[in-house]
């Protein structure tokens, strides 16, 4: 046999012979979900199999910095939950209608703040593996917001607060009824949650007629204060012309009784004289 024209057939109809590499696309390159939702990230692989689960490894990996979690495995059609992290046990699976159609769909339920992070979406087939990157984030809305008022030390002056809870970190801007922007004393906490509790005050004068606004920028959610109407003070005032009023007619009740005895008294004497 001519081994040069086998030589040559061979260059001719090697590619021909040789399977078509798989390759890997995100559907998306990043998703956000809100505390509490759910989220399903895809991404799809490229060429499809007869036997869509034959020499078929599917695995989704969580990494944030120098840290890494399986969130879920699947290896020739079956689901290896052993290998999940506790995290995302009972919260995360595939959709596997999808996959015959080449979808290696990640539902994630019940979403935490800390499954923020970069997804790793592999694939591995007969043509080969591939793998490609996606982003999560997950937010959790200023949704409350609790205020409170209470006097200064040092009298003359209403230190209103407000309190809420989400994530990531907010602003927060004081305006009162014309506009007129406020300087306010804030603080930033983490949650056991991973939540961050965001308190917020500002002090203004109690006599004056106004009220005043505390916005969180990272939903718009507000508080307003209605000054005086909301004060403390107004409640004392209150307080104590209703105690004012209570002593008055308890003393009113007093004289009429002493009044009676005395009436009854001299009608007495006067009978038996």
């Known amino acids: 046999m001519n081994w040069t024209k086998v030589f040559i057939l061979q260059l001719v109809f090697q590619p021909c012979l040789q399977a078509v ?7 998306q390159a990043s998703y956000r979900g809100q505390l509490g939702g759910d989220v399903l990230m895809g991404c799809r692989f490229h060429p499809l199999s007869p036997y869509p689960y034959d020499n078929l490894t599917m695995a989704w990996y969580w990494i ?3 840290r ?5 495995r ?6 290896q939950m052993s290998f999940q992290h506790p995290d995302f046990r009972g919260r995360a699976r595939v959709l596997m209608d999808g996959i015959k159609d080449g979808w290696a769909r990640l539902q994630v339920s019940r979403l935490r703040i800390n499954d923020t992070g970069t997804y790793q979406c592999l694939v591995r087939t007969r043509n080969g593996a591939d793998f490609k990157h996606i982003n999560l984030s997950v937010t959790a809305p200023y949704k409350t917001v609790t205020k409170s008022i209470s006097k200064s030390a040092a009298g003359g002056e ?6 809420s809870e ?7 801007a004081w305006e009162d009824a014309h506009g007129q922007k406020l300087n306010a004393s804030t603080t930033v906490v983490t949650t056991a949650d991973h939540l961050f509790r965001i ?12 009220n005043y606004t505390c916005s969180f920028h990272s939903n718009g959610s507000s508080a307003t204060f209605h000054i005086p ?18 002593a008055f007619g308890t003393c009113i009740g007093i004289a009429l009784i002493g009044l009676i005895i005395v009436v009854l008294q001299l009608r007495r004497k006067g009978s038996v004289r």
């Open 229 to 246: 109407d909301e004060t403390p003070l107004q409640k004392e005032h209150t307080n104590n012309a209703n105690v004012t009023q209570t």
């Open 68 to 72: 890494f979690r399986e969130v879920y």
């Open 199 to 210: 308190t917020t005050q500002v002090r203004v004068g109690s006599s004056q007629k106004n």
């Open 166 to 172: 989400g994530y990531p970190v907010s602003t927060v």
């Open 64 to 66: 944030s910095g120098d």
């Open 21 to 27: 590499p798989l390759t890997t696309t995100a559907e």
């Open 158 to 163: 209403l230190v209103l607060s407000c309190r």
């Open 74 to 79: 699947l290896d020739h059609g079956q689901e």
